[in-house]
């Protein structure tokens, strides 16, 4: 190579140099500030607002008759969360509160905010609707009439069953000690009156006075009344009475598992309790309608119809009910239709009967 031209490759170099440097410089001043804000933001990213915002919990309140608890809170609602979950990708909040039918029914009349309610009585739904909480017979347009789930009533004795109760006409025995739920404040208590009249007018031939006859035996024999079907059940464990009526649900599992030392007597005629299931349209806001509208069809789903059974509550579907063992068959089984329905049973037998007659002729 020649002088000249090493001498163009010479001052090439340098300018190529001297550009380099100018682009380090420029690089150096563009990424300094980056790297400081990149550096800041990695700082203070934990406590940007958006960071950790995400869908807002979705709630609904929900109010139940005593005996559901266990049923709703461990299996229900986490089924129908995760469901919820996995179809929208929201959470949703299930709160919970269980009493005795006619006492959630009361705290609904007085403005608790619950959205819905499931009710011990279909006559406690028309309590409701009479105080403006719920449109009139709006839970029978709900699936089968607004009706969730069923059980018989029973009665449980102690071990061995030493007063060899049979049937329901046993509890009118003489010296027999009875423990009843409260009718004021029981939705059982009010199933178990006509589970009494009813097994008394059946083996009467269909006579009234023969239902009239047993409920003045039957309560001449209650010892002890307690708010709910479940405080019931408390009082019998802690040596109160003779024998219970109640829910076959409240006892039946429990039994089973032996973790109750009781035994459960089957009448071979008792009656079927149904529960009923209310919105409070009023509570709802348009904003949550989807997720209750979604909530109220997962109720009668399948799924949740064997969670019920899964807990000893009897499916509104009978094939569901064929998939469990532990459901033994009833002979003669009666349900609330058989005498008019709530709107006639309430005033002809709770109030005419039970309250005006029964209780007068046995001075209470």
Known sequence: MGRGALACVKEACSALKLHGKHLLRWFKALLA?????????????????????????RTIIFYGFSITGEAMN??????????????????????????????ITNQLIMGVPADLALLALESDAQRLAAAGVIEPHSWRALPHAGVVNRSPFVVV??????????????????????????????????????AEYGAGIRHGGGDPAAGVTLLQDTWRNVVAQAASARAAL???????????????????????????????VYPPSTILSEHTLVVAQRNVDEEEAELIDGFVAFLWSDEAQRLFADYGFRSVDNEINSEFDYFPAIADPFFVDDFGGWETAGPQIIDAVWKEQVLSEIGR
């Open 33 to 57: 500030p980056l790297f400081f804000i990149a550096l800041a933001l990695y700082a203070i990213w934990p406590w940007l607002p958006f960071v950790n915002a995400r869908a807002p919990t």
């Open 234 to 264: 408390t009082q019998f464990q802690n040596g109160f009475g003779d024998a219970l009526i109640t829910y076959e649900q409240d006892v039946l599992l429990d039994t089973l598992e032996g973790g109750l030392a009781v035994e459960i």
């Open 74 to 103: 461990e299996a229900v609602f986490p089924a129908f969360q995760e469901k919820w979950r996995r179809e929208t990708g929201e959470s949703v909040e299930l709160v919970g509160s269980f009493a005795g039918s006619g006492t």
């Open 157 to 194: 004795v102690r071990p061995g069953n030493p007063l060899g109760i049979t049937s329901l006409l046993d509890l009118g025995q003489p010296g027999l000690a009875l423990v009843h739920p409260d009718p004021l404040t029981s939705g059982a208590a009010n199933w178990a009156i006509l």
